[in-house]
C-alpha cells in the first residue's frame, strides 16, 4: 500500500506539470479554435530561459536563498515565454485567422520546429544539467516526499485558481468568452479582440513557462528536444479532460500522471506511453468531448 501511495504521489506531482501546459492549450483552442502546436516547444523555451537566469545569477551572487533564485527564474522564463507567444501570434497567426482552416495548422507546426531549432543552434544540442535546486525530503508514513514535489502541487493548484477566478469573474475573462462564442459579435459589441486573443497566448505561455521551469527543478536537465513529448502529452490532457474547459484540461494532466506512473511502477515503463493513449482512445469512443467537455451546441 505505501508503494501503492508513493506512486500515486508521484503521478499527481508529474500530472500537475502537464496540467499547467494543457491549460494554455485549451485556452487558445476555446477563444479561436485552433491547436497551437508550439506550445509545448513554448514550455522548452521557459526551462532554457529559467536554466539561463539559474547559471547567471550563481555565476555572479554566490549564497543566493534559493526562494529567491527560483522566483527570479520563474519571473524571467514568464516574461521571456510571454514575448515568444505573443510574437508568434502576431506574425504566424493573426495574419491567417480568416484564412482557410488549413492555413494556421501548417503555420503552427512550422512554429514547431522553429522554435526548438533556434534553440538547438543557439545553445547547442546536449543536455544542459544543472545542481539540485530543492533536496530536502520528508517521510510521511513511509512514503518519500520531496520539498519540491509539494511546490509543484501548490503551484498547480494556486494558478488553476487564479485562472478560473480571471476567465469568469474579471472583464477580461467575460471579454474571453465573449470572443470565444462569437467573435464578430464581440468586436460589434465593442471588444478588443485582437488584444483579447493576444492576451490569451500569453496567459497561456506564463503557464507553460512555470510548467517548464518546474519541469526542470524536478529532473534537474534541460534539452531542446523537451518541447514535443511533455507537448504531445499535455495535449493528450487536454483532449481528455475536454478541450476548452480549464478543470478539464488539470484533470487529464493528473490523469495521465496517474496512469504513467503506475503503469511505469507494475508493468514496464516501456508501455506507459500505450497505456496513457489507450485510455485517451477508451475514453473518447464513450465521450468524444472528453471527461469534463461539453458538447458544442450550434445555433441556426
Not at 509539494?150 to 493548484?157: A, D, H, N, P, R
Not at 465593442?190 to 507553460?208: E, K, N, P
Request: without cysteine; hydrophobic residues 55%.
Amino acid at each position: 500500500m505505501e508503494y501503492f501511495i508513493q506512486q500515486l504521489f508521484n503521478g499527481l506531482t508529474l500530472g500537475s506539470i502537464y496540467g499547467l501546459v494543457a491549460i494554455g492549450y485549451t485556452m487558445v483552442y476555446g477563444i479561436i479554435g485552433m491547436i497551437n502546436f508550439a506550445h509545448g516547444d513554448i514550455f522548452m523555451l521557459g526551462g532554457f530561459a529559467a536554466m539561463i537566469v539559474f547559471l547567471v545569477l550563481t555565476s555572479i551572487f554566490a549564497g543566493l536563498p534559493v526562494a529567491v533564485l527560483l522566483l527570479v527564474m520563474l519571473i524571467v522564463a514568464m516574461l521571456t515565454t510571454s514575448l515568444w507567444n505573443w510574437t508568434i501570434e502576431r506574425v504566424a497567426y493573426r495574419p491567417l485567422r480568416g484564412s482557410f482552416r488549413l492555413a494556421p495548422l501548417i503555420t503552427a507546426i512550422g512554429m514547431s520546429i522553429v522554435v526548438p531549432n533556434f534553440i538547438q543552434v543557439t545553445q547547442g544540442p546536449r543536455n544542459k544539467p544543472i545542481p539540485q535546486l530543492i533536496g530536502e525530503t520528508y517521510q510521511i508514513a513511509g512514503i518519500t516526499v520531496s520539498l519540491k514535489q509539494i511546490l509543484i502541487l501548490i503551484l498547480t493548484s494556486a494558478l488553476l485558481a487564479a485562472f478560473w477566478y480571471i476567465v469568469n469573474k474579471t472583464s477580461l475573462g467575460r471579454a474571453q468568452r465573449a470572443t470565444e462564442q462569437d467573435r464578430k459579435m464581440a468586436a460589434l459589441l465593442g471588444i478588443d479582440v485582437d488584444r483579447t486573443i493576444s492576451v490569451t497566448f500569453i496567459m497561456g505561455a506564463a503557464l507553460a513557462a512555470v510548467g517548464g521551469t518546474m519541469f526542470l527543478v524536478y529532473y534537474g536537465v534541460a534539452s531542446f528536444t523537451d518541447g514535443f513529448v511533455p507537448g504531445v502529452k499535455a495535449f493528450t490532457a487536454a483532449v481528455l479532460g475536454g478541450i476548452g474547459s480549464l478543470p478539464g484540461a488539470v484533470f487529464g494532466g493528473l490523469l495521465i500522471g496517474l496512469i504513467e506512473s503506475l503503469s511505469s511502477a507494475y508493468f514496464t515503463i516501456a508501455y506507459k506511453d500505450v497505456a496513457t493513449f489507450a485510455i485517451l482512445a477508451f475514453v473518447l469512443i464513450f465521450k468524444p468531448t472528453g471527461i469534463l467537455g461539453r458538447p458544442e451546441v450550434e445555433k441556426v
